[in-house]
């Protein structure tokens, strides 16, 4: 069973939509979550950190339950410049602290 | 956006050639990673190295060494390479802290622009 897994989409949304996106960790042990963002051909980015209480920033809400193992995404009217792939990352806890383990992303097109 | 830099952002090769990536962090980081993105899989975790000694090596094939001489630069050595290895190769930095049960927390890692490499 792989650690993160995403829907692959693609999502094609128009412009001032609301589109969500979950994710699942297999791991239940897991200790941090992470959404970041990827344009193509450039490296990833991240966009906002997810915490258990559930965080918000701007027009985009991250939501953690762990009970179910699965944290989500929220993007409020889409705008052009949120066409990116989404990636989920998840990190176990463990005594390096260093493995993050991304999901494969989640291809998101905002159309005029 | 220059946190983490990568040399070359492109790099094509002969299978008998022999390489070397490049990557420096000016974030005064502590932990320094290589990744592998190929098409439509996720980012492969290849070798992270914390206080300049490596801690993770993910069963990569030893045509691919790497080198971290200081926590600011971390080297990639590539020899004979094949096909299957094109990909974006990602350097990536962080911060580590300790937890109160001395576990290490990575909190956010940040990445260089990558190497896009093709074998030939």
């Known amino acids: 069973r792989k650690e993160v897994e995403q829907d692959p989409g693609p999502f094609n949304v128009p412009e001032g939509a609301t589109v969500a996106f979950n994710c699942t960790y297999s791991n239940s042990a897991s200790q941090s979550f992470f959404w970041y963002r990827q344009d193509c051909r450039k490296e990833p980015k991240l966009l906002m950190s997810v915490y258990s209480s559930g965080n918000e920033d701007g027009r985009f809400t991250a939501q953690l339950n762990r009970a179910s193992q699965y944290i989500s995404l929220l993007i409020r009217d889409s705008k052009l410049s949120d066409s990116a792939t989404y990636l989920c990352?998840?990190?176990?806890?463990?005594?390096?602290?260093?493995?993050?383990?991304f999901g494969t992303g989640t291809s998101l097109t905002v159309i005029p | 956006e220059t946190g983490v830099t990568q040399t070359p952002r492109h790099l094509v090769m002969g299978m008998t050639n022999k390489k070397s990536l490049k990557c420096e962090q000016h974030?005064?980081?502590?932990?320094m990673y290589w990744y592998k993105q190929s098409a439509k899989k996720p980012l492969e975790l290849m070798f992270v190295y914390n206080f300049k000694e490596q801690t993770e090596n993910n069963s990569v094939p030893s045509r691919f060494s790497p080198e971290c001489p200081n926590s600011s630069h971390l080297f990639l050595h590539l020899h004979t390479l094949q096909p299957e290895d094109s990909a974006l190769y990602l350097c990536a930095s962080s911060q580590d802290r300790l937890a109160g049960d001395h576990r290490a927390i990575t909190d956010t890692q940040y990445f260089g622009p990558g190497t896009r490499l093709t074998v030939l």
């Open positions: 974030l005064g980081h502590n932990a």
């Open positions: 990352v998840v990190t176990p806890y463990s005594n390096t602290g260093n493995q993050f383990y």
